[in-house]
């Protein structure tokens, strides 16, 4: 091998030939193919380092952060996005939908105030009803528990859940990503069904999985703190960057549920079924959420006190060091990994999954 990397070279300039007698008498060219490789991959490694460099430390432009706190909002602030302050009146004159959820009402947000939209299948059902009922208030909260078929609930009512119905059909939807579920439309759909029941004085829809863990105190109480009556979109990144890559960085994962105010809801509810047929290649009802929000021009505004959870292993270390587990009940829902499978509320934030990793859409 030192025949192809010697460079001395004779008193007249020329290259020193090698002197194994199956190489070639300059060695220059055979030099350049061994060390074409090396150039190849530091080319590779240095485009990596410089595209992960550029994703982590960026601000994401269409992607709002807001995390409410002492500094810049007080209790009984409410945050408004400026730029949408002809939201509501541009929604009510395009007609249709109910928009009574719309009109000012005094006080602040409170559980009375919030319909919850749970995405559910009746393979699952039995399974995943217990997580449902360790966060659910019976009588205090307003739901609806979205199946995909009948279950026995349906005709015995437990009251400890919220009330269950049957998702309209979609097979109406095109569907052609070959590794994901055709569940995903019905799944994506929750929230403007859920509108369209017309419940009265309604600020907020709250989305999750039937393992979504909430802790429905401290989501009201985030809640409060911004205008229902603009359009907001609140939710969460996925832990893995793997996840979000694959998916993105500015979409709402279902898995730690997430927020939509009643105007931005009314204005889904009209769009969304001819938005569902532009996006038939995508994998989940989460990226076909945010894809309607897009069109809309809505962004996602992100608020750290959802989790999706898309963790392998043991949780403690992470519950352990959260910022806010032990001193300030000022976060919303949570998930735990598949070697927790029991939820765990005490310790978590406002909103989570709690059955572990998950791909943006539940299975069913």
């Known amino acids: 091998m030192w025949g192809f990397f010697d460079s001395r070279r004779h008193h007249n300039g020329n290259a020193m030939p090698c002197t194994h007698s199956w190489a070639p008498k300059d060695c220059s060219l055979v030099f350049l193919l061994h060390k074409l490789p090396f150039f190849l991959l530091l080319f590779v490694f240095l485009f990596y380092f410089l595209y992960t460099y550029n994703l982590l430390f960026s601000p994401l432009r269409s992607c709002l952060t807001s995390t409410p706190t002492n500094a810049d909002a007080a209790d009984g602030d409410v945050l408004r996005l400026a730029s949408y302050t002809n939201f509501t009146a541009s929604i009510s004159n395009a007609g249709g939908g109910n928009l009574s959820s719309l009109t000012p009402s005094a006080g602040a947000t409170g559980l009375q105030h919030i319909v919850f939209g749970i995405a559910a299948s009746a393979k699952l059902w039995e399974k995943r009803k217990a997580y449902i009922k360790v966060w659910w208030r019976p009588r205090r909260m307003r739901g609806f528990v979205w199946l995909d078929e009948p279950v026995t609930e349906m005709n015995v009512s437990d009251p400890g859940l919220p009330e269950l119905r049957i998702s309209g059909n979609t097979t109406r939807f095109p569907y052609t990503n070959r590794k994901g579920s055709r569940s995903a439309i019905r799944i994506s759909r929750i929230v403007s069904e859920t509108f369209r029941l017309g419940l009265p004085n309604v600020r907020w829809f709250v989305m999750g999985d039937d393992d979504t863990v909430f802790l429905p105190d ?147």
């Open 218 to 364: 401290n989501l009201a109480r985030v809640l409060s703190r911004f205008d229902h009556r603009q359009p907001y979109y609140i939710g969460s990144l996925s832990e893995s960057h793997i996840q979000n890559i694959h998916l993105s960085y500015c979409m709402a994962y279902g898995g730690g549920g997430f927020a939509i105010s009643a105007s931005l809801a009314a204005a889904l509810s009209k769009v969304q079924d001819r938005c569902l047929h532009r996006y038939p290649a995508l994998y989940g009802s989460d990226d076909r959420i945010q894809a309607c929000m897009a069109e809309l021009g809505v962004p996602l505004t992100r608020h750290s006190g959802f989790h999706q959870f898309d963790i392998y292993g043991d949780l403690l270390g992470l519950l352990a060091s959260h910022p806010v587990a032990h001193s300030s009940p000022s976060t919303t829902s949570t998930s735990s990994s598949p070697s927790s499978r029991v939820p765990r509320p005490a310790l978590m934030p406002f909103a989570a999954s709690s059955t572990g990793p998950s791909t943006s859409t539940p299975p069913g």
